[in-house]
């Protein structure tokens, strides 16, 4: 037996021979409560905090290999952990500023001795459909709670069975053999880039955004080229990752001659294979470089993100840990900014405080509440400008693509600009303006590339307005397309006038393409085009 041997050196032991933690190891009976924060890699120095049933709480830091430990003694189960990354940032929730990186686990059983509880994106999930379960927004709110009334471990053993279903494949690839006996919780591990760490590597993790209160939400799970696994919903089955497709495209990420960075919304995001044929022209847009050039396009942009809150509820980290010198990062955004109206119903003051950035005048004057200036919408952009620059790579700022709207604000023809603002005694703008100006604005003011892809996207749609609803989101095959049979928007009957499916896509991929094409400060990025 393991007597009076280091953490560390334990885990590799019980690892060897499979334990999960289920037995108490050596002569001291005093239970411990010992896991690794891990995220593909240690998360060095995170502060872990354990919440019992009683509301006894214990915080201690994590060593530099994410290795923590806790004494036990008096807890009483079941015991949920939080895991913040390390820094003077400890904002788990809100998006007004930045939320630092943050996880979770739970506990529900404890013995004599030493207990296993790693925290990593895997647990995160399991406390998130616990917490949903329990009605609350996501983990953070639930660990902020300061309790564990409420959970059981038949929920949590729920929420573990739902992980595995869509990571056992993944597990197996990566070299966890037991599948039958794995927990994400309590099978000893390490932050070593191996085994179920090797899995972290290929994930990217973060929390959803609540639109009803502008808080960090569920836990939402991508593979490293940011398809979904799961964020769909709040609860439910994964899509499952192909661990051997990711590591090969982390591994082409990380010798790629040029990365391009996609910064936007739902307009280019990459979605689940449940939601198909709908997707973001970021999700097609590697397709447009010639293979030999050794491109990589990391398409980052999330659904309903706004200039603001995609930076500061971490998405645009998610990419930039990748970012090197002569890389490209387009930036898109413009249609999430505009939720500035505070007397919108339910979520006027939550879209205002999380999403909203105001728009310039039309004499070009940058527009904010005083002594809010990070709530103007130049200043947004231009912190994606400073970061690129920063990293040596050359930022482009593309206007949002259009809308199928009329000049009456309503879908149809011929389709008109309509990324702007207008005050009137029933809306609560404190400032009116046009974004899309704005960026051009912005783009002049920092001498930065420009696409105008709106004025692109306008021309292409009344170029076709016979056959529109074939680029933009409008199904009718429900048998092939399930998900659209419940919507109220997509089908060809209630068209999306925003989004777009797979021949849309494709089109508006070619379209930046044709923009980098046409601008001469831009030449040595055109050349890697088809």
């Not at 979605?271 to 398409?299: A, D, I, S, T």
């Not at 890389?327 to 007397?343: F, R, S």
């Not at 989004?499 to 923009?515: I, N, P, S, T």
Request: include cysteine.
């Amino acid at each position: 037996m393991v007597k009076q041997r280091n953490f560390e050196a334990w885990v590799v032991w019980a690892a060897m021979l499979g334990l999960t933690g289920c037995a108490s190891l050596g002569s001291d009976s005093r239970p411990t409560i010992n896991g690794v924060v891990a995220v593909g890699g240690p998360l060095a120095a995170a502060t872990v905090t354990a919440v019992d049933a009683r509301g006894r709480q214990i915080t201690v830091l994590a060593d530099s290999q994410g290795i923590y430990s806790i004494n036990a003694e008096g807890l009483t189960t079941p015991v949920l952990l939080s895991a913040i990354e390390a820094g003077a940032n400890t904002n788990c929730r809100y998006n007004a500023t930045l939320r630092a990186r943050c996880l979770s686990s739970v506990l529900t059983r404890m013995h004599a001795g030493r207990n296993v509880a790693n925290i990593t994106p895997l647990t995160d999930r399991i406390v998130s459909d616990v917490a949903v379960s329990l009605k609350y927004i996501g983990p953070q709110q639930l660990v902020d709670s300061g309790k564990t009334t409420g959970i059981t471990e038949e929920a949590v053993n729920v929420a573990k069975r739902t992980s595995l279903a869509g990571f056992s494949a993944a597990l197996q690839a990566a070299g966890v053999t037991d599948i039958t006996h794995f927990d994400p919780v309590s099978t000893p591990m390490q932050a070593n880039h191996q085994g179920v760490d090797a899995v972290l590597d290929v994930v990217n993790h973060n929390r959803n955004y609540d639109n009803p209160s502008s808080e960090s939400a569920y836990t939402v799970l991508t593979d490293i080229s940011f398809r979904p696994i799961i964020g769909l919903t709040g609860s439910g089955p994964y899509e499952p990752l192909d661990f051997n497709r990711a590591k090969q495209e982390l591994a082409a990420i990380k010798a790629a001659k040029v990365r391009v960075l996609v910064v936007g919304d739902s307009t280019a995001a990459t979605y689940e294979l449940g939601r198909l044929p709908r997707m973001g022209w970021g999700q097609v847009f590697e397709q447009q470089f010639r293979v030999e050039e050794g491109v990589k396009v990391l398409n980052g942009a999330r659904a309903g993100r706004s200039s603001k809150d995609f930076y500061m509820g971490g998405w645009y980290q998610q990419m930039a840990r990748f970012l090197r010198p002569g890389d490209l990062v387009l930036i898109n955004h413009g249609h999430n900014d505009q939720n500035c109206d505070a007397t919108k119903p339910q979520r006027g003051p939550a879209d205002v405080a999380g999403l909203c950035s105001y728009p310039n005048d039309v004499n070009g004057k940058l527009q904010y509440p005083v002594g809010k200036p990070e709530m103007s919408f130049q200043k947004s952009l231009e912190r994606y400008i400073e970061l690129a620059r920063a990293a040596g790579a050359t930022p482009v700022l593309l206007t949002p693509t259009t809308r199928v709207w009329n000049k009456d604000r309503k879908p149809g023809f011929p389709v008109v600009s309509q990324h702007m603002t207008r005050q009137n005694v029933t809306q609560g703008f404190a400032f009116i303006g046009d974004y899309s100006r704005t960026v051009k604005d912005t783009a002049s003011a920092n001498a930065v590339p420009l696409i105008d892809l709106e004025a692109k996207t306008i021309a292409f749609a009344n170029a076709h307005q016979e056959d529109w609803k074939d680029y933009w989101l409008a199904i009718s095959d429900f048998k092939t397309y399930p998900y659209y049979a419940t919507q109220s928007a997509g089908t060809f009957i209630s068209p999306d006038t925003t989004h777009f499916q797979q021949k849309g896509a494709e089109a508006v991929a070619a379209l930046v393409a044709q923009g980098i094409k046409e601008t001469p400060a831009l030449k040595h990025y055109a050349m890697l085009l088809r």
